[in-house]
Nanobody, 121 residues
């Protein structure tokens, strides 16, 4: 069984910062990409940041330059540093990992339970 546990969400004023963390645990053979997604009320879930095993990152234009994703491959963790937050960043943020549970497994997507980020104006 695989678990992704997020932490670090909360309420912050516009212009402030938050750091989200996610730890993957359980039966894990290897992790490919890790990332953060978010879903605001009435909107589809969208990618916020992704990172490969080698450290290559990608961001949508809406957060590039404000958000930074990082990971620790040895600890199976991924973090998201969010700066210059604005009310449009308000959403539930989900940790994602594409991983294999054992050598012959197919790579699958796993999700955390989500953590609320609220940015007040």
């Amino acid at each position: 069984q695989v678990q992704l546990v997020e932490s670090g969400g909360g309420l912050v004023q516009a212009g402030g910062s938050l750091r989200l963390s996610c730890a993957a645990s359980g039966s894990i053979f290897s992790i490919n990409t890790m990332g953060w997604y978010r879903q605001a009320p009435g909107k589809q879930r969208e990618l916020v940041a992704g990172i490969t095993t080698g450290g290559s990152t990608n961001y949508p234009d809406s957060v590039r330059g404000r958000f930074t994703i990082s990971r620790d491959n040895a600890k199976n963790t991924v973090a998201l540093q969010m700066n210059s937050l604005n009310p449009e960043d308000t959403a539930v943020y989900y940790c994602n990992a594409n991983l294999r549970r054992y050598p012959s497994d197919y790579a699958r997507e796993f999700w955390g339970q989500g953590t609320q980020v609220t940015v007040s104006s």
